[in-house]
């Protein structure tokens, strides 16, 4: 009789490991993308810079409709009225212009007209099918499925405090104002990641489900890769 090992059976991860697997996919982050090393060194022009604001603008205007297409998918009501913080966070509510009208600031303090970024003129082509790539899978798959592809935020905290750390030094003509949204993101990201791997790991119990949640997190992570990839093709900051 064959062995569990030879007919593929892998034992499940308990939780630590689990949390760990995800965890080692900080390599695949945007962070390490050389236009956003480069970003973060200083060594960008005031148009890359822009050109990045406005295509991520892109991003920050879909997640809400992503997340709504996960609480469409979700039928159970305590997840929605956490879920719904999120749509909240971005979209804005009674005391809180929210996170797109930060961004809006944002684009101002390095010189693109509010009407100019909500145009969305500057959009790139492979900015757009990333984008809709990551709204399309939240409104097909299992709300669960789309909860764990939030997961990229596990690593964002980093990306928003090393920006205000370096920024202000080496970019000094954007007003400090505008980097109010990068401040506001680290504690709705940390409570943000909080639910989201609760839900994770209550839902993605075998070592395949497990195996599963690694490549939905591997396929967000893809889609941020080539939002940078497509910015940095058409911006050039890898042909200086
Ligand atoms: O600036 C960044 O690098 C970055 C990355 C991510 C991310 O990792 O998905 C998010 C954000 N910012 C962000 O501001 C944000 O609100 C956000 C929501 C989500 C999500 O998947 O629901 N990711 C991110």
């Given at each position: 009789m064959m062995s569990r090992q030879e007919v593929g059976f892998q034992p499940r991860w308990d939780k630590a490991t689990f949390v760990d697997q995800l965890m080692a996919n900080e390599k695949y982050?945007?962070?390490?993308?050389?236009?956003?090393?480069?970003?973060?060194?200083?060594?960008?022009?005031?148009?890359?810079?822009?050109?990045?604001?406005?295509?991520?603008?892109?991003?920050?205007?879909?997640?809400?409709?992503?997340?709504?297409?996960?609480?469409?998918?979700?039928?159970?009501?305590?997840?929605?009225?956490?879920?719904?913080?999120?749509?909240q966070d971005h979209d804005g509510c009674d005391g809180n212009a929210g996170g797109i009208e930060a961004w809006t600031r944002l684009g101002e303090a390095v010189g693109i007209p509010r009407s100019e970024l909500w145009s969305l003129k500057h959009v790139l082509p492979g900015v757009r099918f990333a984008v809709d790539a990551y709204v399309n899978f939240a409104r097909q798959a299992p709300w669960q499925e789309g909860v764990c592809s939030s997961l990229t935020e596990l690593f964002a905290p980093k990306i928003h405090k090393d920006r205000l750390a370096s920024w202000p030094k080496n970019y000094p003509w954007i007003e400090a104002e505008g980097l109010h949204y990068?401040?506001?993101?680290?504690?709705?990201?940390?409570?943000?990641?909080?639910?989201?791997?609760?839900?994770?790991?209550?839902?993605?119990?075998?070592?395949?489900?497990?195996?599963?949640?690694?490549?939905?997190?591997?396929?967000?992570?893809?889609?941020?890769?080539?939002?940078?990839?497509?910015?940095?093709?058409?911006?050039?900051?890898?042909?200086?």
């Open positions: 982050y945007h962070i390490h993308h050389p236009f956003n090393v480069r970003m973060q060194d200083g060594s960008l022009t005031p148009d890359q810079i822009r050109g990045w604001v406005a295509n991520r603008f892109y991003y920050q205007i879909s997640i809400p409709q992503k997340d709504a297409a996960i609480l469409a998918n979700c039928p159970d009501r305590e997840t929605r009225r956490r879920w719904l913080l999120r749509i990068f401040r506001s993101r680290i504690p709705l990201a940390q409570r943000d990641v909080e639910h989201g791997l609760q839900v994770t790991l209550a839902y993605f119990q075998g070592r395949e489900q497990q195996e599963r949640a690694l490549e939905i997190l591997r396929f967000k992570l893809n889609v941020l890769w080539s939002m940078m990839d497509a910015i940095d093709l058409a911006y050039g900051g890898g042909n200086e």
